[in-house]
Nanobody, 119 residues
Framework: QVQLVESGGGLVQAGGSLRLSCAAS????????MGWYRQAPGKQRELVAD???????NYADSVKGRFTISRDNAKNTVYLQMNGLKPEDTAVYYC?????????????WGQGTQVTVSS
Protein backbone atom coordinates (compact mmCIF):
# COMPACT_ATOMS: atom_id res chain seq x y z
CA GLN A 1 0.00 0.00 0.00
CA VAL A 2 0.95 3.62 -0.55
CA GLN A 3 -0.14 6.45 1.71
CA LEU A 4 -0.37 9.97 0.31
CA VAL A 5 -0.58 13.06 2.51
CA GLU A 6 -1.37 16.41 0.92
CA SER A 7 -0.85 19.91 2.26
CA GLY A 8 -0.95 23.47 1.03
CA GLY A 9 -4.55 24.16 0.08
CA GLY A 10 -6.45 27.21 1.18
CA LEU A 11 -8.27 30.37 0.20
CA VAL A 12 -6.66 32.84 -2.19
CA GLN A 13 -7.79 35.75 -4.32
CA ALA A 14 -7.87 35.52 -8.09
CA GLY A 15 -4.41 36.05 -9.52
CA GLY A 16 -2.74 34.66 -6.42
CA SER A 17 -0.58 31.60 -5.91
CA LEU A 18 -0.60 28.42 -3.87
CA ARG A 19 1.77 25.48 -3.62
CA LEU A 20 0.48 21.99 -2.95
CA SER A 21 2.68 19.21 -1.61
CA CYS A 22 2.07 15.48 -1.48
CA ALA A 23 4.32 13.08 0.41
CA ALA A 24 4.17 9.37 -0.35
CA SER A 25 5.03 6.68 2.19
CA UNK A 26 4.69 2.95 2.56
CA UNK A 27 5.46 0.71 -0.38
CA UNK A 28 6.66 3.40 -2.79
CA UNK A 29 8.82 1.04 -4.79
CA UNK A 30 8.28 1.32 -8.55
CA UNK A 31 5.76 4.14 -8.50
CA UNK A 32 5.58 5.11 -12.16
CA UNK A 33 4.03 8.52 -11.83
CA MET A 34 2.52 10.94 -9.37
CA GLY A 35 0.14 13.74 -10.06
CA TRP A 36 -2.79 15.91 -9.13
CA TYR A 37 -6.45 15.63 -9.96
CA ARG A 38 -9.24 17.98 -8.97
CA GLN A 39 -12.97 17.77 -8.51
CA ALA A 40 -15.28 20.75 -8.41
CA PRO A 41 -18.85 20.48 -7.05
CA GLY A 42 -21.09 18.72 -9.53
CA LYS A 43 -18.23 17.84 -11.85
CA GLN A 44 -16.15 14.77 -12.53
CA ARG A 45 -12.66 14.39 -11.20
CA GLU A 46 -10.15 15.56 -13.80
CA LEU A 47 -6.41 15.36 -14.29
CA VAL A 48 -4.56 18.58 -13.55
CA ALA A 49 -0.97 17.46 -14.05
CA ASP A 50 1.24 14.45 -13.59
CA UNK A 51 4.93 13.63 -13.69
CA UNK A 52 6.70 10.33 -14.27
CA UNK A 53 9.63 9.02 -12.31
CA UNK A 54 11.81 10.11 -15.23
CA UNK A 55 10.50 13.67 -15.07
CA UNK A 56 8.12 13.75 -18.04
CA UNK A 57 5.18 16.04 -17.36
CA ASN A 58 1.63 16.28 -18.61
CA TYR A 59 -0.80 19.16 -18.01
CA ALA A 60 -4.46 19.83 -18.59
CA ASP A 61 -4.91 22.54 -21.22
CA SER A 62 -6.72 24.73 -18.69
CA VAL A 63 -3.64 25.03 -16.46
CA LYS A 64 -0.79 25.10 -18.99
CA GLY A 65 1.43 28.11 -18.43
CA ARG A 66 0.04 28.71 -14.94
CA PHE A 67 0.73 25.52 -12.99
CA THR A 68 4.02 23.67 -12.62
CA ILE A 69 4.41 20.13 -11.31
CA SER A 70 7.70 18.92 -9.88
CA ARG A 71 8.93 15.89 -8.01
CA ASP A 72 11.60 15.06 -5.46
CA ASN A 73 12.20 11.34 -5.92
CA ALA A 74 14.48 11.13 -2.89
CA LYS A 75 11.67 12.43 -0.69
CA ASN A 76 8.85 10.69 -2.60
CA THR A 77 7.15 14.07 -2.76
CA VAL A 78 5.36 15.84 -5.58
CA TYR A 79 4.59 19.55 -5.71
CA LEU A 80 2.12 21.64 -7.64
CA GLN A 81 2.93 25.32 -7.95
CA MET A 82 -0.22 27.19 -8.95
CA ASN A 83 0.13 30.74 -10.19
CA GLY A 84 -2.43 33.04 -11.75
CA LEU A 85 -5.25 31.25 -9.98
CA LYS A 86 -8.77 31.74 -11.29
CA PRO A 87 -12.15 31.17 -9.62
CA GLU A 88 -12.67 28.20 -11.93
CA ASP A 89 -9.66 26.51 -10.31
CA THR A 90 -11.74 26.14 -7.14
CA ALA A 91 -11.96 22.44 -6.32
CA VAL A 92 -10.77 19.69 -4.04
CA TYR A 93 -7.32 18.68 -5.24
CA TYR A 94 -6.30 15.04 -4.88
CA CYS A 95 -2.81 13.62 -5.02
CA UNK A 96 -2.47 10.45 -7.08
CA UNK A 97 0.23 7.83 -7.46
CA UNK A 98 0.15 4.99 -9.94
CA UNK A 99 2.17 1.82 -10.28
CA UNK A 100 2.13 -0.78 -13.00
CA UNK A 101 0.84 -4.21 -12.00
CA UNK A 102 1.44 -6.12 -15.22
CA UNK A 103 -2.11 -5.69 -16.47
CA UNK A 104 -2.59 -1.97 -15.92
CA UNK A 105 -2.05 0.35 -13.00
CA UNK A 106 -2.82 0.42 -9.30
CA UNK A 107 -3.94 3.91 -8.26
CA UNK A 108 -3.53 5.44 -4.82
CA TRP A 109 -5.22 8.61 -3.64
CA GLY A 110 -4.72 11.21 -0.96
CA GLN A 111 -7.56 12.54 1.17
CA GLY A 112 -7.84 15.77 -0.82
CA THR A 113 -7.16 19.40 -0.04
CA GLN A 114 -9.54 22.28 -0.72
CA VAL A 115 -8.44 25.13 -2.97
CA THR A 116 -10.79 28.09 -3.11
CA VAL A 117 -10.17 31.07 -5.38
CA SER A 118 -12.26 34.15 -4.75
CA SER A 119 -13.04 36.70 -7.46
Amino acid sequence: QVQLVESGGGLVQAGGSLRLSCAASGNTFSINAMGWYRQAPGKQRELVADITSGGSTNYADSVKGRFTISRDNAKNTVYLQMNGLKPEDTAVYYCNARRGNGLGYDHYWGQGTQVTVSS
